[in-house]
């Protein structure tokens, strides 16, 4: 009897040494919440190849910053590159990022991609390059927030500052942009309101060299080439500007007046050079700025508004 109670003591003292070491688990098995994870902001812009993009996407590198996001930056190789766009939002859709801010290089042919997009339930702004209200409604792409300058405007100032300064009958050239963007058909009508508004003027061309310096260099040569005695060109853009200039030094015309658009640091040597007579600084950095900060708010439901107009600011030699 007494062995029974000394084997049923060492079981029950083993039990007891036995229970506390299994016992790895808190009393409280509830799941422990984790912080909270950033939210992924894409920001999908048309190419770095343009410095106007570089200051974009430092404005919105400031709002990643500021507002604790995860910021993926995508671009085309170059501004022409829309079937490259069109697959970047894509794959942003495919990673499930938080939320899409585009700057489209064309404004139907993205369209479809980002309404796939929408209807993962990732909301999307729009900067820059407005996408085609007509169309947008048409394939049911609604309530896109719009982040943008008054283009057609600020082309007007532009053109307008080189048209003040002919005084004598002048022939005149636009270079335009892509010409399914609605950016670079809103400053071809800018330029034009402006050109008319003098009787000394008369437009002799309209050509586009697709926002690139290099086209922009042979359609001005070409141009030049038909026409020697233009005296003034519109460019949409001041890379486009920039390879106008180019082939006016290397053909030695120093007195053709050029209107840029953009406000590069390239474009602001040219006018101190007296190449360039003015450019248009549309607060790339604001615009990217924005976009983040809206994306961040459409995250949160907050109703925004459908269009957010950033200051165009006219850049010459009185003010640079």
């Not at 022939?171 to 008319?196: H, M, P, T, Y």
């Amino acid at each position: 009897m007494k062995t029974a109670k000394f084997f049923s003591l060492l079981i029950l003292l083993a039990l007891l040494m036995f229970i506390p070491g299994c016992e790895s688990e808190p009393k409280n098995t509830a799941p422990v919440e984790a912080p909270g994870q950033p939210k992924t902001i894409a920001l999908v812009m048309k190419t770095l190849t343009n410095p106007f993009f570089i200051e974009m996407e430092q404005g919105a590198r400031k709002a990643e910053s500021e507002l604790g996001v995860n910021l993926i930056v995508k671009t085309g190789a170059q501004e022409t590159s829309i079937e490259q766009q069109i697959a970047i939002v894509d794959e942003m859709i495919h990673k499930k990022v938080d939320a899409i801010v585009i700057a489209p290089g064309d404004s139907v042919a993205l369209i479809p991609v980002l309404k796939k997009a929408k209807e993962a339930g990732i909301p999307i702004i729009n900067i820059d390059n407005r996408l085609d209200p007509a169309v947008c409604a048409q394939l049911g792409l609604i309530d896109v927030p719009f982040i943008s300058v008054n283009n057609e405007e600020g082309a007007y100032l532009s053109a307008k500052y080189i048209s003040d300064q002919i005084k004598t009958p002048t022939k005149v050239v636009i270079l335009e942009g892509i010409r399914s963007a609605k950016n670079a058909e809103d400053r071809k009508n800018g330029a034009l309101r402006a050109f008319k508004e003098n009787p000394q003027i008369t437009m002799v061309a309209q050509e586009t060299a697709n926002w690139k310096i290099d086209e922009a260099y042979t359609v001005s040569k070409k141009l030049f080439s038909s026409q020697p005695d233009i005296g003034a060109v519109f460019c949409a853009n001041d890379m486009m500007a920039l390879g106008t200039i180019e082939y006016l030094k290397e053909s030695g015309r120093k007195s053709v007046l050029v209107a840029g658009y953009d406000a590069l640091d390239e474009a602001k040597k040219e006018i101190r050079a007296g190449m360039l007579q003015v450019t248009i600084n549309q607060q790339a950095d604001i615009q990217g700025y924005l976009g983040v900060k809206m994306a961040v708010q459409a995250i949160g439901g907050e109703k925004l508004p459908p269009e957010t107009l950033v200051d165009v600011k006219v850049v010459s030699k009185e003010n640079l």
